[in-house]
């Protein structure tokens, strides 16, 4: 099972470096073993050239007993664990029109971005800003524990997107989804919009 699961995190990573979601060693990604603990990624390592060999391993505090050094952002994905007991997976990239989002000087931080499309409310939903703090400052992860029980998408301003999901697809697809709606909402700067509206919306929160 482990092994599936190292193999199913580290395919994740090629095909979003490969698609140009993250870039550098920017990025990490952590699932829940089944066993207890999570697997996470190592620092400094390009999502493109993850190992399932070559992968770190934390107990079910969040300490790290096992494989290469992990991630300088582990205590943000334990913050989005301990917040959101669900979560199987989390992701966090530096995806380009997320980032570009994040960095815009008049956006709602407790709901950045319009309802533009059904797959977004339906994956994404109210994306929360969380202020700027240094990649691995330990106080981001109470900051973003504060947010993470009522938002499984969080973008951090000036940097980039974390995501929890039920496993690593569902993390993956609302992180692809996010960056997508991020890039409409940029092209459509200057347009007049018409998102959905909250019956619209609402509605796909409560119905299959
Ligand atoms: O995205 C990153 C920092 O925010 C990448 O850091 P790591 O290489 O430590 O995972
Ligand atoms: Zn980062």
């Avoid at 570009?100 to 109210?126: F, Q």
Wanted: with cysteine; proline share 7%; aromatic share 6%.
């Amino acid at each position: 099972m482990t092994t599936a699961l190292r193999e199913e995190l580290c395919r994740i990573g090629h095909s979003l470096y490969a698609r140009g979601l993250t870039f550098g060693s920017s990025g990490n990604i952590s699932v829940r073993r089944p066993e207890g603990g999570w697997i996470v990624t190592p620092t400094n390592v390009a999502m493109g050239d993850l190992d399932p060999g070559q992968l770190s391993i934390l107990d079910e505090n969040g300490n790290w007993i096992e494989g290469p050094k992990p991630t300088k952002e582990t205590f943000l994905h334990t913050a989005m664990y301990g917040a959101r007991r669900d979560a199987g997976a989390v992701v966090h990239l530096h995806s380009t029109h997320s980032v570009a989002v994040s960095v815009l000087e008049d956006i709602d931080p407790a709901d950045v971005l319009p309802a533009i499309t059904a797959y977004y409310v339906m994956k994404v939903g109210a994306l929360r800003l969380i202020p700027y703090f240094r990649p691995g400052d330990p106080a981001l992860g109470s900051t973003v524990a504060g947010f993470a029980a009522k938002h499984h998408a969080l973008l951090l301003a000036n940097h980039g997107p974390v995501v929890a999901g039920a496993d690593l697809r569902s993390a993956q697809y609302a992180t692809e989804e996010l960056e997508e709606t991020a890039k409409l909402f940029l092209l459509l700067q200057g347009h007049k919009i018409r998102p959905l509206t909250p019956a619209q919306a609402e509605a796909l929160k409560t119905r299959p």
